[in-house]
């Protein structure tokens, strides 16, 4: 394959008698997976893995395309930083005291934010405080709306990562 990085990840679906699912992708740096006796993954992905499936919105493939096009998450800083490098930040324009905001910047990685941006929808049907966030900017561009809950979801996804505890739905009382 020359020069293509790979990793690969078994996703286990053991439902009513289901086999171990296989998840084949053949594009450069993301999840290429066999069989569950071929795949050797470090313990560290494996927890990842589990980490990111805890998340609300975020499944077995979305987390396997956040590894293998991300990495480990502990190596970006802050979430400003990630949420630049994902595209889920504000782009600005400055010069001298003129400053102007863009909405999200476009130089980003696309497919991460397109990740977020799907996972965001299902994130505000599974969980109660991602709802009410979005219902509380209701009335504005739906766009607009569905890219502040995927950055609300990139951020708590950085801190599920940095805290190794699994993600815990919240309840509005």
């Given at each position: 394959?020359?020069?293509?990085?790979?990793?690969?990840?078994?996703?286990?679906?053991?439902?009513?008698?289901?086999?171990?699912?296989?998840?084949?992708?053949?594009?450069?740096?993301?999840?290429?997976?066999?069989?569950?006796?071929?795949?050797?993954?470090?313990?560290?992905?494996?927890?990842?893995?589990?980490?990111?499936?805890?998340?609300?919105?975020?499944?077995?493939?979305?987390?396997?395309?956040?590894?293998c096009e991300l990495g480990d998450l502990r190596r970006?800083?802050?979430?400003?930083?990630?949420?630049?490098?994902?595209?889920?930040?504000?782009?600005?324009?400055?010069?001298?005291?003129?400053?102007?905001?863009?909405?999200?910047?476009?130089r980003a990685h696309r497919l991460m934010r397109s990740?977020?941006?799907?996972?965001?929808?299902?994130?505000?049907?599974?969980?109660?405080?991602?709802?009410?966030?979005?219902?509380?900017?209701?009335?504005?561009n739906v766009k607009s709306i569905i890219i502040k809950?995927?950055?609300?979801?990139?951020?708590?996804?950085?801190?599920?990562?940095?805290?190794?505890?699994?993600?815990?739905?919240?309840?509005?009382?």
């Open positions: 394959m020359g020069g293509r990085s790979s990793l690969c990840i078994s996703i286990g679906a053991r439902d009513a008698g289901q086999q171990d699912a296989e998840l084949q992708v053949h594009r450069p740096g993301a999840a290429r997976c066999l069989h569950k006796d071929a795949c050797l993954l470090s313990k560290a992905l494996q927890e990842g893995l589990l980490s990111f499936k805890s998340i609300p919105g975020i499944g077995g493939i979305v987390a396997c395309g956040i590894i970006f800083n802050s979430i400003k930083h990630l949420a630049g490098y994902v595209g889920l930040a504000p782009g600005i324009h400055q010069s001298g005291d003129n400053q102007k905001s863009t909405g999200i910047t476009m990740y977020f941006i799907e996972a965001s929808w299902q994130a505000i049907r599974t969980d109660p405080i991602m709802q009410a966030y979005y219902r509380r900017h209701l009335g504005k809950v995927a950055r609300k979801l990139l951020n708590r996804t950085l801190a599920v990562i940095k805290t190794e505890t699994p993600y815990a739905i919240g309840v509005i009382e």
